[in-house]
């Protein structure tokens, strides 16, 4: 069974860092991309930012530069590390494991999700 | 800045048929943007409905279907049923890795 089990969530002050990670289990972790989905309260979803299974890290222009996604393959972890935080980064973020094309190739949609993790920035 | 766009809600009879599309606030959808969907209830991750376009995830009802019509991705459901009452998103991949999601719409079946 896939499982997607986020943690380091928690309140922080504006200009703040926390690093959040994510604990994947149940499947080949380095044949996937993974990534970071967010959703502030009573908001839509915002994709973040993914790690690519090659090494390649993308992002979103809100927090390019402020965050920085790390994959250990031999640990299947998935970090985001998150500076200069601001107020309108408080969100549940979730871990989503991108999908696989039938003949194994990376696909661009989300397969499998995490239940999230709170972060909060408040002064 | 381009947009993702959907329509903000949409009310369907149990039954009955509703079609969600998802634009571009510039340009046209096409199938080379790769267009997923997926289904939300409050307090819950999302699921993921159809990928694609138009193949449907494993364990997902076939009253689910996904298609582009005229210059949107579109999801319908056909037959709804009173847990189908969500929020439903969908997602484009831009290219260069970056994917990025509509505002959602929130389906009330009645």
């Known amino acids: 069974e896939v499982q997607l089990l986020e943690s380091g969530g928690g309140l922080i002050q504006p200009g703040g860092s926390l690093r959040l990670s994510c604990a994947a289990s149940?499947?080949?972790?380095?044949?996937?991309?993974m990534s970071w989905v967010r959703q502030a309260p009573g908001k839509g979803l915002e994709w973040v930012s993914t790690?690519?299974?090659?090494?390649?890290?993308y992002y979103a222009d809100s927090v390019k530069g402020r965050f920085t996604i790390s994959r250990d393959n031999s640990k299947n972890t998935v970090d985001l590390e998150m500076k200069s935080l601001r107020v309108e980064d408080t969100a549940l973020y979730f871990c989503?494991?991108?999908?696989?094309?039938?003949?194994?190739?990376?696909?661009?949609?989300?397969?499998?999700w995490g239940q999230g993790t709170l972060v909060t920035v408040s002064p | 800045q381009t947009v993702v766009t959907q329509e903000p809600s949409f009310s369907v009879s149990p039954g009955g048929t509703v079609t969600l599309t998802c634009g571009l606030s510039?340009?046209?959808?096409?199938?080379?943007?790769?267009p997923s969907w997926y289904q939300q209830t409050p307090g819950q991750a999302p699921r993921t409905l159809i990928y694609?376009?138009?193949v449907r995830s494993s364990g997902v009802p076939d009253r689910f279907s996904g298609s582009i019509l005229g210059n949107k991705a579109a999801l319908t459901i056909t037959g709804a049923q009173a847990d189908d009452e969500s929020d439903y998103y969908c997602?484009?991949?831009?290219?260069?890795?970056?994917?990025?999601f509509g505002g959602g719409t929130k389906v009330t079946v009645l």
């Open positions: 997602a484009l991949y831009m290219g260069s890795g970056i994917s990025m």
């Open positions: 149940g499947f080949i972790f380095s044949s996937h991309g």
């Open positions: 790690g690519g299974v090659s090494g390649g890290t």
């Open positions: 510039s340009g046209s959808v096409s199938s080379n943007y790769k």
């Open positions: 989503a494991r991108r999908g696989l094309t039938d003949s194994g190739a990376q696909a661009y949609y989300f397969d499998q």
């Open positions: 694609s376009t138009s």
